[in-house]
Antibody, heavy 126, light 108 residues
Framework: QITLKESGPTVVKPAQTLTLTCTFS??????????VGWIRQPPGKALEWLAL???????LHSPSLENRFTIKKDTSKNQVLLTVTNMDPVDTATYYC??????????????????WGQGTLVSVSS | EIVLTQSPGTLSLSPGERATLSCRAS???????LAWYQHRPGQPPRLLIY???TRATGIPDRFSGGGSGTDFTLTITRLEPEDFAVYYC?????????FGQGTRLEIK
C-alpha cells in the first residue's frame, strides 16, 4: 500500500524560505515511471499544481511560480522535498504531495495522482 | 499552459438525482489525458476517473466519465449523501498538469 505524509513548519514569516518534506512508502522513486508531485490549495480556492519530480531526477514546474519553487528527492530516505523561497501571504495554503501513477501513460507526461498525503497547512504571517 | 474551465460552479441537487459536471479545455487534451477527483472537506483529493473514462480502483459504477478533445463530463447517477463534495478535473498530457477551478456539488 502506498502512503505519503507531508511535514514541515506550519507558520513562516514573509520573505522566509519554506521547506516541506514528503515521506512516502510502498514504492521506490528509483523505479522507471514513478514520480511525486506537489499540489496546494489556498483557503477557499482551487487546487494548484506546483511541481513534479520523476524517477530519473527530471523535474517539471509550474511556469507561473516565478522560479521560487524547487523540488528534489532523496531516494535513500524515500523523501521528496519542496523548497519555496521568498514566501508571501498569498502562499498560505494546504500543501499536498501525491504519487504519480506510472502505468498506462507516457513516462514524460505530468501524470495523474492516485495516492495523496493528508496535506499540511502552511500559514505565512509576520 | 492548458486552462480548464469547469461548469457549473455550484450544482444543487437532491440525493437520488443525477449530476452532470463539465470540464472544458483551452486546447485539445492529447490522448484524453484527463482525470477527475472528488475533494471532501478535511480530506485529500480522491482519484475517481483517469483517461477521461476509466474508473479508478474502488470507485462505484455510479461515477462515469466521458468526452474527448476539449470537452469532458463527469456523471454521477443516483447521488448518495457522501457524493456531495467539490469535484476537480485535471489534464495531465502537458506540463503543467493543470486543475480546473472546481464544481461544488451541494445538497438541495
Amino acid at each position: 500500500q502506498i502512503t505519503l505524509k507531508e511535514s514541515g513548519p506550519t507558520v513562516v514569516k514573509p520573505a522566509q524560505t519554506l521547506t516541506l518534506t514528503c515521506t512516502f512508502s510502498g514504492f521506490s522513486l528509483s523505479t522507471f515511471g514513478e514520480g511525486v508531485g506537489w499540489i496546494r490549495q489556498p483557503p477557499g480556492k482551487a487546487l494548484e499544481w506546483l511541481a513534479l519530480i520523476y524517477w530519473d531526477d527530471d523535474t517539471l514546474h509550474s511556469p507561473s511560480l516565478e522560479n521560487r519553487f524547487t523540488i528534489k528527492k532523496d531516494t535513500s530516505k524515500n523523501q521528496v522535498l519542496l523548497t519555496v523561497t521568498n514566501m508571501d501571504p498569498v502562499d498560505t495554503a494546504t500543501y499536498y504531495c501525491a504519487h504519480r501513477r506510472p502505468r498506462g501513460i507516457a513516462a514524460s507526461t505530468p501524470g495523474y495522482f492516485d495516492f495523496w498525503g493528508q496535506g499540511t497547512l502552511v500559514s505565512v504571517s509576520s | 499552459e492548458i486552462v480548464l474551465t469547469q461548469s457549473p460552479g455550484t450544482l444543487s441537487l437532491s440525493p437520488g438525482e443525477r449530476a452532470t459536471l463539465s470540464c472544458r479545455a483551452s486546447q485539445i487534451i492529447s490522448s484524453n489525458y484527463l482525470a477527475w477527483y472528488q475533494h471532501r472537506p478535511g480530506q485529500p483529493p480522491r482519484l475517481l476517473i483517469y483517461g477521461a473514462s476509466t474508473r479508478a480502483t474502488g470507485i462505484p459504477d455510479r461515477f462515469s466519465g466521458g468526452g474527448s478533445g476539449t470537452d469532458f463530463t463527469l456523471t454521477i447517477t443516483r447521488l448518495e449523501p457522501e457524493d456531495f463534495a467539490v469535484y476537480y478535473c485535471q489534464q495531465y498530457g502537458s506540463s503543467p498538469g493543470t486543475f480546473g477551478q472546481g464544481t461544488r456539488l451541494e445538497i438541495k
